[in-house]
């Protein structure tokens, strides 16, 4: 019951094809960004009042990087607070200028800055904040509409069954009139297909197509929601309104049962010393206990691997959890204890930090790598801590994992 992905008829032509002889191009850089200003008048600090146990604002941010389709997601802000909780979420911040950032600033002037600063950038995902019950679904089936079915454009709707007349202003002796009814054959809602509206959850477009003032146009297309995920929150009304339907039909977060922290380069080596009694002594995570502490909470299993024999080292940590050291192929005894415990990858959260880890932390539902990992780690990570190894970045990797976890306050 989330979305259909109905897709109405095409206008506008095709996108121009290359010619032949061009070399190879990178593959077009997808980023998603959510537009949140400070000065809210109808809410103030809309985009980061909790909602049913999240910020509003962490809602999309949760869909947006679970749909794995974008190369980077972004909160343009103009205000502290927005941008530390966007961090929060491991998203990037772009601090947009005060000439966008005022009440009469339109989406587009500010998506065009943004491009302006960002020339990586050649597709546009504007996601709206105020649109908690967006799945990573939804954004999957649209990346798939751009990338691989050529539209240049695509925005969503949701179908309504409402009945419109013509407005009458006060003063005017006029009569009103049906607008998309015949009053005589009023037909019942199952046998009428009702109507498309805009429902403002999202619009995305290509960056040339942006440049000349459009986020809908060129071979354009919209995207059918299902009208219970359909929330769009403006005034304080809304609210009570929207937590129900977040509680029932909203994206509640990847389901992670096994954390697997690979402690090679970190953990293993540089990071420890001799005490006084020449017995080894590890100067890592003091807070990895916390860390572990807060996911088996959580009902998540936490797992310490490493291809070296460091048991020693491990056991200096205190760290209440299982070890498995000497590992030849990582991914081979993961594969093993995933298969034992019958889950996905997408069940799993890794936290690596050298080049063996890389096609674990490309299989993982959730990755990260200290801020000192080695290059290819951090570009196969999905989160970059801001603590180096054996400083916190277990605490910290075990937050950012929960945080994306979170489920609602029934």
């Known amino acids: 019951r989330r979305s259909t992905g109905a897709a109405g008829p095409a206008s506008g032509s095709a996108p121009k094809t290359r010619s032949r002889g061009h070399p190879p191009q990178r593959p077009p850089h997808m980023a998603a960004l959510v537009l949140a200003r400070g000065g809210s008048k109808g809410i103030p600090l809309k985009n980061i009042k909790p909602l049913a146990g999240l910020p509003l604002i962490g809602w999309v941010l949760r869909a947006a990087i679970d749909s794995g ?52 950038v050649d597709i546009i995902g504007h996601i709206q904040a105020t649109s908690p019950c967006l799945h990573p679904d939804d954004l999957i089936k649209v990346s798939k509409m751009i990338r691989e079915d050529g539209y240049d454009s695509v925005f969503s709707v949701v179908r309504r069954h409402l009945f419109r007349w013509s407005e009458i202003k006060k003063g005017v002796n006029k009569v009103t009139t049906p607008q998309n009814l015949d ?156 298969n034992k415990m019958s889950l996905s990858w997408k069940e799993v959260a890794y936290l690596g930090y050298e080049e063996s880890d890389v096609d674990c932390l490309r299989e993982a539902g959730m990755s990260g790598v200290p801020a000192d990992a080695c290059a290819a780690a951090q570009k196969a990570a999905g989160y970059i801590c801001k603590s180096n190894g054996g400083h916190s970045a277990i605490q910290e990797f075990a937050e950012y994992v929960c945080l994306l976890m979170q489920t609602v306050n029934l």
């Not at 972004?74 to 005060?98: L, N, Q």
């Not at 587009?108 to 943004?114: A, D, G, K, N, P």
């Not at 540089?270 to 009902?299: F, N, P, T, V, Y």
């Open 183 to 338: 009053p005589a054959k009023r037909p019942r809602r199952q046998d009428w297909d009702g109507e498309l509206y805009e429902n403002g959850s999202f619009y995305f477009a290509k960056k040339d197509l942006i440049e000349k003032n459009y986020l809908q146009g060129g071979k354009v297309i919209y995207y059918e929601m299902c009208a219970e995920c359909s929330v769009d929150i403006d005034i304080d009304i809304d609210w009570p309104i929207a937590e129900q339907r977040v509680l029932r039909y909203g994206y509640l977060g990847k389901e992670i049962k096994l954390l697997v922290c690979s402690i090679d380069g970190w953990l293993t080596n540089g990071h420890s010393c001799l005490s006084e009694d020449q017995k080894e002594k590890s100067s890592g995570d003091d807070r990895g206990a916390d860390g572990i502490s807060l996911l088996k909470k959580r009902g998540v299993e936490v797992w310490l691997i490493s291809e070296e024999e460091c048991s020693k080292t491990i056991s200096a940590l205190k760290l209440d959890c299982e070890v498995k050291v000497s590992v030849t192929h990582k991914r081979q005894v993961i594969e093993d204890r995933r």
């Open 69 to 120: 389709v974008f190369q980077s997601v972004w909160v343009s802000t103009d205000h502290d607070e927005i941008e530390k909780v966007a961090k929060k979420f491991g998203v990037k911040v772009h601090r947009r200028s005060a000439q966008v950032s005022k009440d009469t600033s339109s989406s587009l002037e500010t998506i065009q800055e943004f491009l302006r600063h960002h020339n990586e």
